[in-house]
C-alpha cells in the first residue's frame, strides 16, 4: 500500500482563467492539507497564437462565464474588472508572464507560488489590474515581500523560457492524462494519473479534501 507522501496533487490552471480563480480555495484546501505533495502547474491558455486583444466579443463571453462561475464558487469579480479592464481594448491576453512568475517562484518555495497566483488573480479579477503587465507583478511581488534580487530572478527572460518549456510538457500531460480545461487536478501515485473532477466540488473544499483523503487510504 503507498504511503501519504507517495502521491503528488498536480494542479493545472491559468492565471487568465475564471474557472481557475473559483477554484483558488481548492487549491488554497489540497495546499493546507498536503504542503508538500501540492504542484501548481500553468496550462497556457493565452499563448503564442492564441494571445488575443480584448474586444467586444470577448467581452460579452467572459460576462456570461464569469456570471455562473460566481454562481459556483462564490468568486468576487469587482467593478474595476468587469467595467474597465474587461472593456479595455489596448489589453492583450497573455498568460506566460504571471505563469513564468508563478512556475519559478515553485522552485524556492510551492506556499508563495499560491500566495502569488492568488495576490495575482485578485489583481486581475478583483482590482481590474492589468496582470501582463510586468510593473503591475513587480508591484504584487513587492507587497508579497519578495526582494528584489528575488524579482529580478522571476522576471528574467531565463525564467519565461523556463515557463513556456514547462507549460509546453503540462500540455503533453493533459494529453496523456485526458485532462480537459482548467482546472485540471490530477493525482498521480508511481506511473499512475487519476483525474479529480474538479467542477464537483466548487464552493466546497473540505469535501475536495475528504474525498482526496479517502482516495488516497484506500
Known amino acids: 500500500m503507498s504511503t501519504a507522501t507517495e502521491f503528488t496533487l498536480h494542479w493545472i490552471i ?17 495546499a493546507d492539507a498536503w504542503p508538500a505533495q501540492n504542484q501548481l502547474h500553468a496550462g497556457g491558455l493565452f499563448m503564442g ?3 488575443r486583444r480584448i474586444d467586444a466579443d470577448w467581452h460579452l463571453h ?16 469587482g467593478d474595476q474588472y468587469r467595467e474597465q479592464l474587461c ?15 508563478m512556475l519559478e517562484l515553485q522552485h524556492f518555495s510551492a506556499s508563495d507560488a499560491l500566495a502569488f497566483l492568488s495576490a ?9 489590474k492589468d ?19 528575488m524579482w529580478q530572478q522571476l522576471s528574467s527572460k531565463a525564467a519565461s523560457e523556463s515557463a513556456a518549456k514547462a507549460i509546453e510538457q ?36 473540505a469535501a475536495l479534501v475528504n474525498q482526496l483523503k479517502q482516495a488516497l487510504s484506500a
Not at 491559468?14 to 489540497?30: E, K, V
Not at 495575482?120 to 481590474?128: I, K, L, P, R, S
Not at 503540462?170 to 479529480?196: C, D, H, K, W
Open 14 to 30: 491559468d492565471p487568465l482563467c475564471g474557472w481557475s480563480y473559483g477554484a483558488l480555495p481548492l487549491l488554497q484546501a489540497t
Open 49 to 51: 497564437y492564441s494571445r
Open 62 to 77: 467572459v460576462r456570461d462565464h464569469d456570471a455562473r462561475i460566481a454562481q459556483l464558487t462564490g468568486a468576487t469579480f
Open 87 to 101: 472593456r479595455d481594448q489596448s489589453v492583450v491576453l497573455d498568460s506566460l508572464p504571471a505563469s513564468a512568475v
Open 120 to 128: 495575482a488573480q485578485h489583481a486581475w479579477y478583483v482590482e481590474g
Open 131 to 149: 496582470i501582463t503587465q510586468t510593473a503591475v507583478l513587480e508591484d504584487i511581488a513587492a507587497n508579497l515581500a519578495i526582494s528584489n534580487d
Open 170 to 205: 503540462t500540455r503533453q500531460l493533459m494529453a496523456q492524462t485526458g485532462a480537459q480545461g482548467f482546472p485540471s487536478l490530477l493525482v498521480q501515485r508511481g506511473e499512475q494519473f487519476i483525474n479529480v473532477p474538479v467542477n464537483r466540488f466548487y464552493g466546497e473544499p
